[in-house]
């Protein structure tokens, strides 16, 4: 199985900070890597797929690069309802596996 | 507008088998590259994957759960069905069931249903 590990696992950030959350893979994914953002008691929302493109209707200050085995995701100016639990999540090969999150936090 | 909905028992005794209905609307599961998948998530954990059926009826497990798992489909009907057997406290999450579609990956989601198992 292909691990994701996350880092940090919290981090603590005021609006308008710049945040970057990165993810490595135990093994090259190409750029099959993909993030969700999730509140808490809400479905996973996804940001990013192919590591960098934003799904529709994502704002812009969301942005996602790496590729291999390194990747980051990066909110460009917090905003108050970016506080949330990101996920990186792997599909270059079964089974799918997900990152343990990173919560960010005020 | 594409929606996904989880429906199922909120409470399975140990030993149980568990059935979760995915419906959905805004797709068919008939189109190249769709997907419906099933994600969980133990309270105050880490998502996992579970299992996904496609349009032309792959289908893959996770391997740790593949001998607990079945998922099928019926199109007519616009759902997707998630068995899993001899459910364990341990199996206690919210259950998520998701569209997969190509590159774009798990687009949309449920909104989930907690499943508890107890005695």
């Known amino acids: 199985d292909i691990q994701l590990t996350q880092s940090p696992s919290t981090l603590a950030a005021s609006v308008g900070d710049r945040v970057t959350i990165t993810c490595r893979a135990s093994?090259?994914?190409?750029?099959?890597l993909a993030w969700f953002q999730q509140k808490p008691g809400q479905a996973p929302k996804s940001l990013i797929y192919s590591a960098s493109t934003l799904q529709s209707g994502v704002p812009a200050r969301f942005s996602g690069s790496g590729s291999g085995t390194d990747f980051t995701l990066t909110i460009s100016s917090l905003q108050p309802e970016d506080f949330a639990t990101y996920y990186c999540?792997?599909?270059?090969?079964?089974?799918?596996?997900f990152g343990g999150g990173t919560k960010v936090e005020i | 507008q594409i929606t996904l909905r989880e429906s199922g028992p909120a409470l399975v005794r140990p030993t149980q088998t568990l059935s979760l209905t995915c419906t959905f609307s805004?797709?068919?599961?008939?189109?190249?590259?769709?997907?419906v998948g099933w994600i969980r998530q133990p309270p105050g954990k880490a998502l996992e994957w579970l299992a996904v059926i496609y349009w032309n009826d792959d289908i893959r497990y996770s391997p740790s759960l593949k001998t607990r798992l079945s998922i099928t489909k019926d199109t007519s009907k616009k759902q997707v069905v998630l068995t899993m057997t001899n459910m364990d406290p341990t199996d206690t999450a919210t259950y998520f069931c998701?569209?997969?579609?190509?590159?774009?990956?798990?687009?949309?989601w449920g909104q989930g249903t907690l499943v508890t198992v107890s005695s």
């Open positions: 093994q090259g994914i190409a750029k099959y």
């Open positions: 999540q792997q599909y270059s090969a079964y089974p799918l596996t």
């Open positions: 998701a569209r997969r579609l190509g590159v774009l990956n798990f687009d949309y």
């Open positions: 805004g797709f068919s599961l008939t189109t190249a590259a769709e997907g």
